[in-house]
């Protein structure tokens, strides 16, 4: 049975098993914040959504609620599971940088609409919808895979932002943001490197 190997570009940043070290990095650092929460509640009111400091001018209520995850034990669990898996494959396709602006350009997109829709609260499941957003825009790229019934992710769940976002649920916005611009860092890689794309060629597996 024939399928395709997929050949990436060996940019020194998103080099094919290179350490997801961003994904890691914040992963770790929300994970700390997040237990501490516990024995000292006091860390999750200094970071999370509060409109009354936002007004007061402490703008970088709009950052910090990410670093926290303010959800029952399992919910915590499941939110940084997603963003483990959903962020080490962003990583290997957009590299470091990329993902970073990705992460916290769409988690920060998230909670400003959390101000209006759902404050007070904290949470990364915002910056996780991005991430996901990004990932849907690769799957639908000539470098994503080919199987139909991959590609057909990449449609199903900004759909599924849209509808979360006329509902007036705080995790649509991001979804699409990171959807598109997902998709404009992979249309600024064609143009800029036209002769350096994704190239896949046939290749033989053994039947099983």
Request: avoid cysteine; glycine fraction near 6%; hydrophobic fraction near 70%.
């Given at each position: 049975m024939k399928v395709p190997v997929v050949h990436l570009r060996h940019d020194r940043e998103r080099m094919p098993g290179r350490w997801p070290i961003a994904t890691v990095s914040v992963l770790a650092v929300t994970?700390?914040?997040?237990?501490?929460?516990?024995p000292f509640p006091q860390v999750r009111l200094d970071l999370w959504r509060d409109p009354d400091a936002l007004a007061?001018?402490?703008w970088w209520r709009l950052v910090t609620p990410l670093?926290?995850?303010y959800d029952a034990v399992w919910q915590i669990v499941v939110v940084f599971a997603c963003i483990a898996g959903l962020g080490a494959l962003a990583e290997r396709v957009y590299g470091h940088g990329r993902w970073l602006l990705l992460y916290f350009g769409c988690g920060v997109v998230g909670q400003a609409f959390g101000y209006l829709w759902a404050p007070p609260d904290a949470g990364a499941s915002v910056a996780a919808a991005g991430l996901l957003g990004a990932v849907c825009a690769?799957?639908?790229s000539p470098a994503g895979p080919r199987q139909a019934q991959v590609r057909v992710w990449g449609v199903v769940w900004p759909l599924g932002g849209i509808v979360l976002t006329a509902r007036g649920e705080m995790h649509g916005p991001p979804l699409l943001v990171g959807f598109g611009l997902g998709a404009l860092l992979l249309w600024r890689d064609r143009r800029r490197h036209p002769d350096d794309r994704v190239v896949a060629e046939a290749g033989q597996v053994p039947r099983s």
């Open positions: 994970a700390v914040l997040t237990v501490l929460q516990f007061a001018g402490q670093l926290v995850q690769w799957l639908l």
